[in-house]
């Protein structure tokens, strides 16, 4: 390798290593999966889409329920079951389970503008969102 290709693959290496903290830096492999309309961000819709297939992926018995054990990957909380278990069985059923979604995406998008971004998946809300929409 020349001095002159080594300079050049050191800076290619910093593009990349600089774009990863950029606004508009490639979606990361999270994002892609949740965001089949491409535009960068995750709507509730979206979010929801995906949590259908992850309660399935979470329901191996298959009886439409999620029991204590079956909900430990997704790390509830306490007051978080108070909220969304109207019926206090301390299990979730699909409707119980997207209420969940949609408390946990609220809590992710603290601008508010009814997407989650790349950013916004990357705080604590934000991951304990994804928990819910991806293993
Ligand atoms: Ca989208
Ligand atoms: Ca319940
Ligand atoms: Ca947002």
Do not use: C, W
Request: aromatic letters at 4%; hydrophobic letters at 45%; proline letters at 4%.
């Amino acid at each position: 390798m020349t001095a002159r290709t080594r300079f050049i693959h050191r800076a290619a290496a910093l593009v990349v290593a600089g774009s990863a903290g950029l606004a508009f830096a490639a979606p990361s492999a999270l994002l892609k999966a949740l965001d089949p309309d491409n535009d960068g961000t995750v709507s509730l819709a979206e979010a929801r889409t995906a949590a259908e297939a992850r309660f399935a992926a979470l329901d191996p018995d298959q009886d439409g329920t999620l029991d204590a054990k079956e909900l430990e990957a997704v790390k509830i909380t306490r007051a978080e079951l108070g909220t969304v278990d109207p019926d206090r069985d301390g299990k979730l059923d699909k409707a119980e389970y997207l209420a969940l979604v949609e408390l946990r995406f609220k809590a992710a998008d603290p601008d508010n503008d009814g997407t989650v971004s790349d950013a916004e998946f990357g705080t604590k809300a934000g991951k304990a969102l994804a928990s819910l929409l991806v293993k």
